[in-house]
């Protein structure tokens, strides 16, 4: 009886050392392909950060996955690219994970007000296409109209502490586009949000879906199609604070331009507007 006990204990352990955690405020697990364009990007210098796929040998990301605590560029060798695998652990089948040779950020990032928050990198070797989990985000070129009803998928964390472990499953959140002047209100971002901006999930109600900690770079999908790249307004639910994403279509001919960009930053590169 004793060595059954034992037995079922360290069963348990086992099985809670796996058993998938809800690493956003609420949402679903994602199925195998549903978001084939979603990447997590690994650096020792940020908890985790997602990234889109947007090309066969470009991801797209945020400019602040990038940067180190003291604004300045990151050696492209910290980074490691996680693609076509919704679990991070453990290793599936069908995973491509791929290393960062070059890193290209906007060069008019703001670090203050988190305008032009893109950056591209370039992978050592393009992703293996066709494939079922793996493939280019179609990018939105239209205005995305107010109340569309969108997806939010990444892994992030639960909490927005700086040691919250990260999801172990890719998890997909629902997330209405909100009018630009009720995220620009007194009470949520005051004038923050600019143009090239763009306003998604909870308002004013508090514990609603919501992206946590980590979740930074990660995709705004609307009708199949990315729309933008999380930078600000990581609120993990809390009331007022509604998650702020770069407006991808804004972008499209600067990322474009990056996949046959061949000057690279400068070591410890930082950006104009400090």
């Known amino acids: 009886m004793k060595l059954l006990v034992v037995i079922l204990a360290v069963f348990g352990l086992a099985v809670a050392e796996f ?6 405020i609420g949402g679903t697990n994602a199925a195998w392909g549903q978001f084939p364009s979603a990447v997590s990007i690994n650096t020792p210098f940020t908890l ?5 796929i947007v090309d066969r040998q470009h991801v797209l990301t945020s400019a602040q996955c990038v940067l180190n605590a003291q604004n300045r560029l990151i050696d492209p060798y910290w980074l490691t690219i996680v693609a076509g695998d919704v679990a991070l652990a453990p290793i599936g089948s069908r995973r491509q994970t791929r290393k960062v040779t070059r890193i290209y950020v906007h060069p008019e990032f703001n670090v203050f007000t988190r305008e032009n928050d893109v950056a591209v990198l370039r992978l050592d070797r393009p992703y293996e296409l066709p494939s079922n989990t793996v493939d280019i985000a179609r990018r939105r070129v239209r ?9 939010f998928a990444g892994w992030g964390a639960s909490t927005n502490a700086a040691t919250a472990p990260v999801n172990v499953l890719q998890r997909f959140l629902p997330m209405n586009i909100n009018d630009r002047e009720l995220c620009n209100g007194a009470g949520m971002h005051a004038g923050r949000v600019l143009e090239t901006m763009i ?7 508090s514990n609603n879906a919501a992206p946590c900690n980590g979740n930074l770079g990660t995709g705004l999908y609307c009708n199949r199609q990315l729309v933008g790249i999380l930078s600000f307004g990581v609120n993990c639910g809390v009331a007022n604070n509604p998650p702020i994403f770069t407006q991808v279509r804004y972008y499209n001919r600067w990322i474009d331009q990056q996949f046959n960009n061949t000057v690279g930053l400068a070591p410890n590169w930082t950006p104009a507007h400090l």
């Open 19 to 24: 058993e998938p955690e809800a690493r956003l």
């Open 48 to 52: 985790h950060c997602g990234g889109v």
């Open 143 to 151: 205005v995305t109209p107010n109340n569309e009803a969108c997806q």
């Open 199 to 205: 306003c998604a999930g909870n308002t004013a109600a």
